[in-house]
């Protein structure tokens, strides 16, 4: 594969639903990162995969927000119960061991 | 905490050379990244540091200084395509990247 793909690119959701965002990052790439990004901020960072380790849930802003890894595959980012300030952009990257992060194109989420 | 500080917005001319300034704390490092963000899209790698000095690829070169917790980006020769937002990222140990607000940059005609 080219590059890390997200799906869906948009999802529009009622507020009090859940979603399920996807990341397929590069094949190869052990770590695996998901950020979020409010219109017009920076890059606030969620939880971090690497390898068969724990992940690193640190960014996580509520018990409402999960996220899986499959081996070095395929991550999903669950919002539960959402609310209108899950509003953003979900950005999911993936490298190699201490390398720079090849981002994905996001998924746009808005929560109505 | 973790803070990086850069400025929100810049404004150059199409051919001259901007600066772009990062300053950060933060607890533990082990390298500063900047990254080009398009308007509605990902950001793209542009540069990595771990080592005090400048590093130069191309028309973009980047500075680190450690002791200062200080970088800056430098565009030469502007283009209209450099316009975008430049984020400057610290990692720390485990290799968690912290991200900068931005900085967009407007580069006119």
């Known amino acids: 594969g080219a590059g890390v793909s997200q799906s869906p690119s948009n999802k529009v959701t009622e507020k009090g639903k859940d979603v399920e965002l996807r990341c397929d990052p590069i094949?190869?790439?052990?770590?695996l990162y998901w950020y979020r990004q409010r219109l017009g901020q920076g890059l606030e960072f969620l939880i971090y995969?690497?390898?068969?380790?724990?992940?690193?849930k640190s960014g996580l802003p509520s018990d409402r927000f999960s996220a899986e890894r499959t081996g070095e595959s395929v991550s999903t980012l669950t919002i539960q119960r959402t609310q209108q300030e899950d509003s953003a952009v979900y950005l999911c990257?993936?490298?190699?061991?201490?390398?720079?992060?090849?981002f994905g194109p996001g998924t746009r989420l808005t929560v109505t | 905490g973790q803070n990086i500080d850069q400025p929100t917005e810049m404004t150059a001319t199409e051919g001259a050379i901007v600066q772009i300034n990062c300053t950060y704390q933060?607890?533990?490092?082990?390298?500063l990244f900047w990254y080009q963000q398009h308007a509605g899209e990902a950001p793209t790698f542009l540069s990595y540091n771990v080592l005090d000095g400048l590093e130069e690829k191309g028309r973009f070169s980047s500075f680190l200084s450690r002791s200062k917790g200080y970088s800056y980006l430098l565009l030469k020769e502007l283009q209209m395509k450099d316009s975008a937002s430049y984020l400057c990222?610290?990692?720390?140990?485990?290799?968690?990247?912290?991200f900068g607000s931005g900085t967009q940059l407007t580069v006119l005609p």
């Open positions: 995969f690497q390898g068969n380790s724990a992940p690193d």
């Open positions: 990222a610290v990692r720390r140990p485990a290799r968690q990247l912290t």
């Open positions: 094949s190869g790439h052990t770590a």
């Open positions: 990257a993936s490298s190699l061991e201490q390398y720079e992060q090849y």
């Open positions: 933060t607890s533990g490092f082990n390298g």
